[in-house]
């Protein structure tokens, strides 16, 4: 097994190559490749210092700070396994995900926001007995604890210092274990290798023809897949990461004229956000060349909204999945474009299978997603029973997804296999009547969801969220939806609210989302009714 696609070879092979490239921009200050290698190599010394080597696990818990591209960098010098915290989780959250993946070592923000994450840690690492050491990144003095540090003191303390080489990293080395958002359950840890995330950063940038001189701007979180992959795409491409702490449209729009931005990586509610933004001005845009938008689906009104002002890419895939398993490319036609989520990265095999029996479908036909190849992951953590159950006897992993493909090789991605909808005997995919609804100039957003009703097994409910100022009334929606679509997928039930339940990746805890919506008869008949 070769070693080309460890993170620690292609971001050797950048810096070396070009020490005094900028690599990141934050918060006003930059570093240079040449920088950041050596403040990793200090890190990765220092750590190893206190035992942390090959197979370790080491926990990240930051926003889009400089020091999450400097301890990933080190664990793969060290031959070591990230774990990504979301920092938004609540203590017992960050508890499971903590001892489930075993961390030997956290390194996290002092304070961010009104969380005091030093006190919270203070308290993990007693309770934790895989939890060795905790590096604090702020100005706290330490004194008081000796497997505490401070993310500048343990980094300068590494100074000089020569590093083990990690002789058995390989391409097939755990690179990260991620864990899923658990919209839809208990999370789980998915392992993904170096040549998994590495090799499909590097692939999915290729279809959107990075070059060195591209300034990207990572507003996606980093603790996801999708954030993950992206600033190892960057890097990859010797061109410069610029991060966002956490996501603001007004300073994201800011960013990306200032900074010059000329790559905008984001999920539809990041582009949907900015364009709802007053100061939202596409003129001041000068450099930006491409977006991509990936993450969760977005609706072809919206990748005609965006073309408008940038000429964006599609890409669809899953943590399971290093994320990208397909994306649309300059060359495609403009319909493949706004229809479909392109075809797969190179290496990738796609198949759409029947989510029942596992029978291959034709062209055309709806089945469910079935991935094979380097990019998938290597399964789920501690979790056999669920990993085997994930793939077919030919090594096909099941994303859960439903989709076509057509005639040509594009995907186009239709909903969840679980999120499918019966009604009296019909099969109804939430996202083809989101599309629809989302089409009303009334409608700023939309859910769907199936609601239990005692004779037709389901009930279509169209959660909305509405235009700012607009007056839309359920009856409005549905004559509006029928117009468009067969009377069965028509919702039953139109709900409204001031905005949905998400998780820190952007998507909707459609599980919470259920349970707001009641179903008692009273209020069946007034939205029905109205």
């Not at 689906?297 to 408008?308: C, K, L, N, Y």
């Not at 991935?371 to 056999?384: L, S, W």
Request: hydrophobic share 40%; net charge negative; aromatic share 8%.
């Amino acid at each position: 097994m070769s070693n080309v696609w460890t993170l620690d070879h292609v971001f050797a092979t950048r810096a070396d190559a070009h020490p005094d490239r900028i690599m990141v921009v934050s918060g006003g200050r930059t570093w240079t490749y040449g920088q950041m290698q050596a403040r990793a190599t200090s890190l990765a010394a220092a750590l190893a210092e206190l035992g942390i080597g090959m197979g370790d696990r080491i926990a990240i818990n930051l926003p889009n700070w400089p020091e999450w591209i400097i301890t990933l960098l080190a664990a793969s010098r060290l031959g070591a396994t990230i774990v990504p915290v979301n920092p938004q989780l609540n203590y017992h959250e960050l508890k499971y995900q903590l001892r489930h993946a075993e961390v030997s070592v956290a390194v996290t923000a002092e304070r961010f926001r009104d969380t005091d994450y030093l006190q919270l840690f203070e308290d993990l690492i007693a309770e934790l007995p895989d939890l060795q050491y905790v590096v604090t990144v702020g100005e706290e003095e330490l004194w008081y604890d000796d497997r505490i540090f401070q993310f500048e003191d343990l980094v300068s303390s590494g100074e000089g210092r020569p590093v083990p080489v990690a002789l058995d990293l390989r391409d097939d080395t755990t690179l990260t274990m991620i864990y899923t958002s658990g919209t839809m359950g208990k999370p789980k840890g998915v392992c993904l290798s170096h040549r998994s995330l590495v090799e499909t950063a590097v692939r999915s940038f290729e279809a959107i023809e990075i070059e060195p001189a591209d300034r990207v701007l990572v507003a996606v979180p980093l603790f996801a897949v999708f954030g993950f992959g992206v600033a190892v795409g960057t890097l990859a491409a010797g061109a410069t990461i610029v991060l966002q702490e956490t996501f603001s449209a007004a300073e994201a729009i800011e960013l990306i004229a200032r900074e010059k931005i000329s790559l905008l990586p984001g999920v539809p509610t990041m582009y949907h956000l900015l364009m709802r933004e007053p100061t939202f001005d596409p003129s001041r845009f000068r450099h930006l060349r491409s977006g991509v938008v990936a993450g969760n689906s977005a609706s072809p009104d919206m990748v005609r909204r965006i073309r408008g002002w940038c000429d964006v890419q599609i890409a669809y895939g899953l943590t399971e999945t290093g994320p990208t398993v397909a994306i649309t490319r300059f060359t495609d036609p403009e319909e493949k474009r706004a229809s479909t989520v392109g075809r797969p990265i190179p290496g990738v095999e796609v198949r759409a299978v029947d989510f029942r029996t596992g029978a291959l479908h034709g062209p055309e036909a709806v089945g469910e997603i079935a991935v094979r190849g380097f990019n998938v992951m290597q399964g789920y953590a501690r979790m056999p029973g669920e990993t085997a159950r994930s793939f077919t006897p030919e090594g096909f992993f099941l994303t859960g997804d439903l989709g076509i493909i057509d005639e040509e090789g594009y995907l186009r991605v239709v909903g969840r296999s679980k999120e499918t909808i019966i009604r009296g005997g019909y099969q109804i995919y939430p996202r083809e009547v989101e599309d629809q609804l989302r089409a009303h100039p009334g409608v700023d957003d939309v859910s769907v969801i199936g609601i239990p009703h005692e004779v037709l097994g389901e009930l279509v409910c169209a959660c909305i969220v509405p235009v700012e100022g607009a007056v839309i009334t359920g009856r409005e929606l549905k004559e509006f939806a029928r117009d468009t679509m067969a009377d069965y997928k028509v919702p039953d039930l139109v709900r409204f609210f001031d905005a949905f339940p998400m998780t820190g990746t952007g998507k909707v805890k459609r599980r919470e989302l259920e349970r707001m919506v009641a179903l008692d008869a009273s209020a069946l008949r007034l939205e029905t009714s109205t």
